[in-house]
C-alpha cells in the first residue's frame, strides 16, 4: 500500500510595492501556498513552492551559447585532440583499445570517479547536440556500448553490480565539457541512491508482500501525474520530485538494463527524448538523466529511468540548488507534479 502523504502551508504577507508581476496593489495582504510532501517510498520531505517560480517560465527561448559550442577545436571529444588526449582501456580488460558500437565510442574517465568509471560519446562528429535535437540513432549506440562496458566489468569484478549510466547535458548540468556524452559507473561500492533505494524496495517488499514498482504504476495510473502507459514502460512526474521537473519512467517488469528487450529501449530512448522536448518548449537547455542497475536476485527492483532539469547553460544563470537543496536537503520543487504532468503529454504522441 502506498500513502501519498502531504499537508499544506500558507504564509502571510503585506504588499508594499506596486508590483506588476502580482494582481495586488500595497497594503494587499498576500497569502501565499504550499505544501510539504513526503517521497512515498523513501520518506524525503519536499515543498512545493510555486510562488518562487518567478522568471523561470517567462522567457521559453533558448539561451544563446554560440560563442561557448564554437570552441571545438580545444574539445578532447573532438579530433585531433580525441586520437592524442583520450586514454584507452587495458588489453585484459577490452582487446580493443576503445569500446566502438557505430558512432558512439567508450573510453575510460580521465578523471575517475571509482575503479570502473567510463565516459561514452556519441559521437567524434557532433561537438554538440541542443537539448531535445537527439535521436535514438544517437542514443541505441551510446547505450550499447555502455552495456558493453558494464559487462566487461562484471567479468572482471562481480561483486560491481551497483551500476548507472548517465548523462550531464552542459556544463550547467555538472558535465565538464559541451561536447556530448553519458557517464559509466559500476561499483562494489552503492552510491548513496542505490543504498538507500536498495534498503527502501526491500523493506516495502518484505513489509507488504508486494513489489513497490509495481503498486506504484497501479497507484498512479489513470491519475494527475501520469504522463503515458505503454506496453513496456509507464511514465510520470513523480509525486515528491527530487530535482526541478523530475521524470520517472518506470519499465515494466524488468530489473536489469542487460534484459531490456529492443522494444523496450525503444520506448525508452523515446521517452528521454520527449521529456528533452519538453524541456526544450520551456525554454531549459540543461538535464541530467540516469538509468540504474542493482544487485537483484530477489526481483525487488524495476530498471528506471530519471531525468530533471538543471540551470540554464548561459552567462549567470540562477542556479536550480539553493541553501535548501545544498543546506537542508530539502528540495523546493517550483510547480505541481500533476500540472507539469498534464503539460508534458502532448510530447508523448504515438
Ligand atoms: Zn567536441
Redesign the pocket.
Known sequence: MITFKKTEWQSYLMQRDASHTRPSAPGDLICALGEIRWDPLLGYTVRITVKRRGQWDEDTELPDISRQVSN?AT????EPLFSSVVPGFFPTFSPTVHIQIGEAICFPNRYPYGTYSAVVIFSKDK??ISIGDFTPQDYRPAFDASLTYLSKVLDEDNQAHYQAITQNHLPSSGGS???PHLQVNADSVPTNFHTIMERALKAYAAESSSHYFHDLINEERNGDRQIADREHTFWLVPFAPAGQREVLGIIKNVSSLFDLSESAWEEIMAGIIAVQKFYRSLGVNSFNCALYNFPDPEGYYNVIVRMMTRSNYQPYPRNDMTYRETMLWEPSIEYYPEDMAQALKPYFVD
Open positions: 571545438r574539445c578532447p571529444f573532438c561537438h554538440f565539457l559541451i561536447h
